[in-house]
């Protein structure tokens, strides 16, 4: 079993061809955070043999998450454990509740934020894994202005996270004030 902790990992098989187990424990799960959302780590690609990476959000009320973007390689799924996320998906905005699931299949436009007035609690997970995990951490620095804003896009590539322009979702985003 691969145990994740913290920034610590324990690898009992070859990660090329299989994978163990992952267990990752809430107290242990590496957390990083922005000004509006805490972010869960919980398996990334190097644990699960590239097959997935997933992780958990915490939003903040009305809180923004990702811009239009897409991805060329992974599928992205969304759950929402609680409150409600809005979301684009292509041309359509669409508000999710808890319970709801969605995925996002590559080559789609995609974003999503907070719901207006209401948080969200969302588990995220790409398949295949992308190495999301230093694209949070690179992402939480600069949020919180450690780290240049070009960083994020210097590294589309390397994270299969390619920002698009969207006017459904710019003005969504207006719209919410």
């Given at each position: 079993?691969?145990?994740?902790?913290?920034?610590?990992?324990?690898?009992?098989?070859?990660?090329?061809?299989?994978?163990?187990p992952?267990?990752?424990?809430?107290?242990?799960?590496?957390?990083?955070?922005?000004?509006?959302?805490?972010?869960?780590?919980?398996?990334?690609?190097?644990?699960?043999?590239?097959?997935?990476?997933?992780?958990?959000?915490?939003?903040?009320?009305?809180?923004?998450?990702?811009?239009?973007?897409?991805?060329?390689?992974?599928?992205?799924?969304?759950?929402?454990?609680?409150?409600?996320?809005?979301?684009?998906?292509?041309?359509?905005?669409?508000?999710l509740?808890?319970?709801?699931?969605?995925?996002?299949?590559?080559?789609?436009?995609?974003a999503?934020?907070?719901?207006?007035?209401?948080?969200?609690?969302?588990?995220?997970?790409?398949?295949?894994?992308?190495?999301?995990?230093?694209?949070?951490?690179?992402?939480?620095?600069?949020m919180?202005g450690?780290?240049?804003?070009?960083?994020?896009?210097?590294?589309?590539?390397?994270?299969?996270?390619?920002?698009?322009?969207?006017?459904?979702?710019?003005?969504?985003?207006a719209?919410?004030?």
């Open positions: 079993m691969t145990t994740t902790k913290k920034n610590e990992t324990e690898q009992t098989t070859d990660l090329t061809t299989d994978f163990a992952v267990l990752t424990r809430a107290a242990d799960a590496e957390t990083t955070r922005d000004p509006s959302s805490v972010m869960t780590l919980l398996a990334d690609s190097e644990h699960t043999g590239g097959r997935l990476t997933g992780y958990r959000s915490t939003f903040a009320e009305g809180a923004a998450g990702a811009p239009a973007h897409l991805h060329t390689r992974a599928s992205e799924m969304f759950f929402v454990i609680d409150g409600a996320l809005q979301v684009l998906v292509g041309e359509e905005i669409a508000v509740e808890a319970g709801d699931f969605l995925v996002v299949p590559p080559h789609t436009p995609h999503f934020a907070a719901a207006p007035g209401r948080t969200a609690d969302v588990l995220f997970v790409f398949t295949p894994g992308a190495g999301r995990f230093d694209y949070l951490r690179l992402l939480g620095r600069v919180r450690e780290a240049d804003p070009q960083e994020i896009k210097d590294s589309s590539e390397r994270f299969d996270n390619h920002y698009v322009d969207s006017p459904v979702w710019r003005e969504a985003l719209a919410r004030g």
